[in-house]
């Protein structure tokens, strides 16, 4: 992916993007169907049971998804994800997700979405699938 | 279920899980496997495509699942979710989730989750499974 | 839904689909978005734990969700179903499969399809999603 | 994993696996958490788009995971899958179904399975989940 992309790519994300922002989740890494996001668990971030909400490992590991598959400028909305959890996560650590792709048309793709920690322990695992509009994400 | 336990149980989960707290979640019912959640959607609830986030729309639909699926006093872990993502919800749209236990055991459940509008149009429907501590929730 | 479409979509979907046919599923009801399929347990449907196979049940699912998506006449594929196993089925049981349409637009169509046996037992609940294409399914 | 334990389980799953054998399913490769699945697309495979049906394809992928989920000797239950159809198989065409074991502790595992082509085409991703019960698969 060009660099001057990959830019307009990141700035669209981190500013438009207003509950990723809101709950403190970054842009670690773009490119052509991929992206790696991360955050920090904070308070803000912990459920009844003191560790991470699904919510905002669910959250992570979609915006990622979000960034790679409109990554290619074509508008990709999700219309169905799964994921399942793993192993809890505690305050204080980072959190990553990396997406892979599986497969793509003109219409419909696929990726698969890995949350770890700092130690590569995986918390989270989605597969997800995006629609694609005949319109671009930035105009 | 008791009116003693309905209050103890929102109480719990209105003052313990920050991450509903701090995306402005409400609890609206609470019964016996059953609870009902709402959000009304704000700017920081939105995506780069202008429209409430997939991520705000799970954490409402978790949230609810959580609630039902601990209502018994057992912990409850969510270990798969899997969403569809029907229709999009704008910005000042309050959206509901209500949860319909489909079956238990002493150590899995499963849900179905219906994400709404105040239109009773369908934005998004869950299935989620939890898996059973031995432990109780509130202590 | 008119008799002689109910009719022709009976005949489609018994003559065609050769799976079906094979591991001895029927179409028990169709109607507009909807369809009960039905399926005794044979000894060859079951797997190594000597229940009914987890690829059978879903089978008979998505069976029922084909029909009900296919019934307003044009193509839809499945692309995405989450299926949660609840109770095992023994040889002998008879199953069934009861669709329930979601949402639909031109694209994109949702469906929860629910596995009982004769008591109502619930013994798998799927939810499913097909991509509409531009062309009819009887032609 | 020893010869002999591998040789065990292969013959358990291809006698027992009654649903497995009558759609024409092989075992191709068995290791600790693995396992290869593979199955030629016949006549009785096809559903009414004349495709090889989502049930047989699911069923192939389901296979694979009951034995990659099942190697480690303690019984482990399917209780839930999520699959993506991405590409379609035809007539001919033998599909192949190979497991990654993503995480596993005493009670619940979880597996990514993915189905392809001769040609490694991917014609569907499967995420799935186990519980294990306090019992051996072969006694």
């Known amino acids: 992916m060009k660099l001057e992309n990959k830019t307009k790519l990141e700035e669209f994300f981190s500013s ?25 668990v904070e308070e803000t971030h912990l459920n009844g049971a003191n560790v991470c909400h699904g919510g905002a490992i669910f959250s992570l590991a979609d915006y990622a ?22 192993n809890s996560a505690k305050k204080g650590e980072t959190l ?14 696929s990726y698969t979405i890995t949350v770890t920690n700092e130690e590569d322990k995986i918390i989270a695992i989605m597969q ?10 930035i105009t």
């Open 16 to 40: 438009h993007d207003k509950f990723a922002q809101a709950n403190g989740m970054k842009i670690e890494e773009i490119d052509d169907g991929y992206a790696k996001t991360s955050m920090r």
């Open 65 to 86: 998804f979000a960034i790679a598959s409109n990554s290619y400028g074509q508008l990709a909305l999700g219309i169905n994800t799964s994921i399942s959890f793993l």
């Open 96 to 109: 990553y997700a990396t997406t892979k792709e599986i497969d793509k048309n003109h219409k419909l793709a």
């Open 128 to 137: 997800g699938m995006v629609y694609k509009k005949d319109k671009n994400i």
